[in-house]
């Protein structure tokens, strides 16, 4: 399940990379940022049981929902003197993606994701 999440969030990350230049062009007034809160403490893994490292772990390191709400938070009130279009925001700063999804066999691989992305939807919707 973990390699699962890994996963969705580099899909994350290359979908985003396509989808800002094209908000740019068709609605310039537009931003868009992806926001990491961080490892919240809240209930979305309520039902998932837990080792003892995992509560060990998520004492020390997690943030309250509070906290972690303070990078959406900033990310809505970013004024435009910021330029945060098109960035990657943790901890209410503008911080590079990894050094895999900057590189140039990311960029190969993101268009991939991004025309099977809107072949799929494309084909169960037919409006993309």
């Avoid at 062009?25 to 919240?40: D, H, R, S, Y």
């Avoid at 979305?44 to 309250?64: D, F, M």
Wanted: proline fraction near 4%; glycine fraction near 4%.
């Amino acid at each position: 399940m973990a390699s699962r999440y890994l996963l969705s969030k580099l899909l994350e990350h290359l979908c985003f990379l396509e989808l800002c230049p094209l908000a740019s062009q068709t609605a310039p007034n537009v931003t868009i940022n992806l926001v990491n809160p961080g490892w919240c403490a809240t209930e979305l893994s309520r039902h998932k049981g837990s080792s003892l490292i995992e509560r060990v772990n998520a004492v020390i390191l997690q943030r309250t929902a509070q906290q972690g709400s303070r990078t959406l938070v900033h990310a809505i009130t970013a004024g435009p003197e910021t330029e945060t279009h098109g960035k990657y925001l943790s901890e209410c700063v503008i911080k590079p993606q990894s050094e895999f999804v900057r590189s140039q066999r990311s960029i190969e691989i993101r268009k991939r994701v991004w025309r099977d992305l809107l072949a799929r939807i494309e084909k169960t919707s037919g409006d993309a």
